[in-house]
């Protein structure tokens, strides 16, 4: 049969009311944001031969609807974008990328300025010295999804669990004037009473002023400076009077700025610890149940870049309301801003680390899944894991500052598994202040701050000693197919099917009452249902892939959470 897949469209508004306005990079930010989106000139360049296609929406991936392309990038091709802009500045001018995939050449009016091999982190070039009144800003895109690098869900056979590939440019493009000195980076380190911040550059004297909101006399909440301090060189340790700490329930986030010449920051940090105490995960040092829903972002008309930054904040306030307090996100690193929400509405974040090297389905998926998970791991070149370290220490630095950010995950299924106990150790010394699942599913290493179990075709029925946290990394993946708002017409891939909305939801409240909750009692910490939404083939998610259907009934899956809630407090309490 041959495949039919439909067009689907999200509801969020229409390009570009958000991207261009909505500020990049929250945990640093300046008055200074010159979006460069929008329409670019897009062309195929193949054999030293460029041909024009046609102009391209920025920032939408070249194979999604949203980009007015819908092209997949063929074997042998490179991409070529171009935008011209004018720029007039007495202040030097910082170019950014959010993320192109996968190795971006990029030139100012025909001078090369930087190469930057990676399609998920950001990237930045100084380009004082090359800016004229008019300029032309080219980005030379190779992506040959070599799996030497990171790829995550990407594959050029797409189907099933894995997804249509993308290549370019995918989030925002945009412009910063600075001055001569100015701060560069932050690391914002936290204890339940007191913060440290260290800056990278800027100079010598800063002042640093946290604010909070107070009621005006109409009733309107007034910016208002609480503590102004002052200090000479990179960072500060402040001691916090009556600390508010952070977690899903109050996500409270403490403002500041910090001026250094003629520099001036804004940012924000949250009081947030996150620990293990022999088999439970401690959130602010108490014992926390992480009720969690595996996250893939994924879009039906952006792929990976939802239509506008809406796109997230439904994604993370429907996981909110249905009772869930995490978001696994799985195998993808997001925009700063995606984690920046998850810190202002509250949701915790288990993030995956991406996968580079091979997969193979009998090795890393069949045998695991029915009970074989020794001896099967095969070995990774070392190109591919020092492109592994390299993607993953990135990481760690980008979302270092987001209390949201709890949880990292190493290797998923053993996908391209290897080092795993000295990548571990390796992790762990760099950022000691988040909890590390080396290895999610099978395959388990000697070290790991958790348990970690993927559970699929069977009842959840785990053994265990203990000795550490046990997390429910994985389970469920119930499908229920809504083809008026499904991809794809002809073929569906889940795990157990349900024919209409109701059965589907009267089977997740059963496997949560009769599997998850009484786990608990055999020291589960955790539980992360596969999944948020559905993904092409997959219709196995709580809401369809072009987020217009709900699935579940709000107040079941409310109830529930607040069954699982009230019996994780019970055992807890009995102990």
């Not at 997740?508 to 998850?516: A, G, P, V």
Request: overall charge neutral; aromatic content about 14%.
């Amino acid at each position: 049969m041959k495949q039919k897949n439909q067009k689907l469209y999200t509801p969020f508004d229409e390009y570009p009311t958000q991207w261009e306005n909505e500020y990049p990079r929250p945990t640093l930010k300046r008055d200074s944001f010159i979006p460069l989106l929008g329409e670019w000139d897009l062309s195929v360049l193949k054999n030293g031969k460029e041909n024009y296609i046609g102009k391209i929406k920025v920032p939408f991936p070249p194979e999604s609807l949203l980009s007015g392309i819908c092209r997949e990038l063929k074997k042998g091709e490179k991409y070529i974008y171009t935008k011209e802009f004018t720029l007039e500045s007495d202040k030097n001018v910082i170019l950014h990328f959010g993320a192109v995939d996968q190795i971006a050449e990029v030139y100012i009016n025909d001078t090369h300025v930087i190469t930057h091999n990676g399609g998920y982190l950001p990237f930045e070039v100084d380009i004082t010295e090359h800016l004229k009144e008019n300029n032309i800003l080219k980005v030379v895109v190779t992506d040959d999804l070599d799996r030497t690098n990171a790829y995550g869900k990407q594959r050029k056979k797409r189907g099933g669990m894995w997804y249509t590939p993308i290549s370019g440019i995918w989030q925002t493009v945009w412009l910063e004037e600075v001055p001569k000195e100015y701060i560069k980076g932050l690391w914002i380190t936290p204890t339940l009473d007191s913060v440290k911040i260290e800056t990278v550059g800027g100079e010598k004297h800063k002042k640093l002023v946290i604010f909070d909101y107070l009621e005006g006399p109409d009733g309107d909440l007034i910016k208002s400076e609480v503590k102004v301090y002052e200090f000479d060189g990179s960072y500060i340790k402040i001691d916090i009077d009556d600390p508010i700490h952070w977690s899903p329930d109050k996500p409270y986030l403490y403002e500041f700025s910090i001026e250094c010449g003629e520099d001036k920051i804004e940012s924000y940090f949250a009081l947030r610890t996150i620990t293990v105490d022999k088999n439970r995960i401690l959130l602010n040092g108490r014992p926390y149940f992480f009720h969690g829903l595996l996250d893939q972002g994924y879009y039906s008309d952006g792929i990976y870049t939802p239509v506008t930054t809406k796109g997230f904040r439904y994604d993370i306030m429907i996981s909110k309301r249905l009772g869930f307090n995490t978001l696994r996100k799985h195998i993808k690193i997001e925009p700063e801003i995606f984690y920046h929400y998850c810190d202002k509405y509250g949701m915790i974040v288990f993030q995956d680390m991406v996968n580079c090297g091979g997969y193979n389905y009998l090795l890393d998926t069949v045998l695991p899944t029915i009970g074989i998970k020794k001896g099967l791991t095969r070995p990774v070149n070392d190109k591919t894991k020092a492109a592994f370290r390299k993607i993953s220490m990135d990481m760690m630095r980008f979302l270092y500052n987001h209390p949201s950010v709890c949880y990292y995950t190493i290797f998923n299924e053993g996908w391209g598994q290897h080092d795993a106990d000295k990548l571990y150790r390796k992790f762990k010394e760099f950022d000691p202040s988040r909890i590390y699942d080396t290895a999610s599913g099978w395959f388990r290493p000697k070290e790991s701050d958790v348990i970690s179990e993927h559970v699929y075709f069977k009842k959840v029925n785990i053994k265990h000693k203990g000795d550490k946290p046990l997390v429910l990394s994985e389970f469920g993946g119930y499908s229920c197919k809504i083809p008026e708002h499904s991809f794809n017409l002809s073929k569906t891939y889940g795990y157990k099917y349900f024919d209409n909305t109701k059965d589907f939801t009267k089977a997740l409240d059963s496997l949560y009452r009769n599997e998850i909750i009484p786990m608990i009692e055999k020291g589960l910490c955790a539980a992360v249902l596969t999944q948020l939404s559905d993904i092409e083939d997959e219709t196995n998610g709580l809401v369809t892939y072009d987020r217009r259907v709900l699935k579940t009934d709000i107040k079941v899956m409310q109830n529930m959470s607040k069954a699982l809630f009230d019996k994780f407090d019970e055992v807890i309490n009995e102990k």
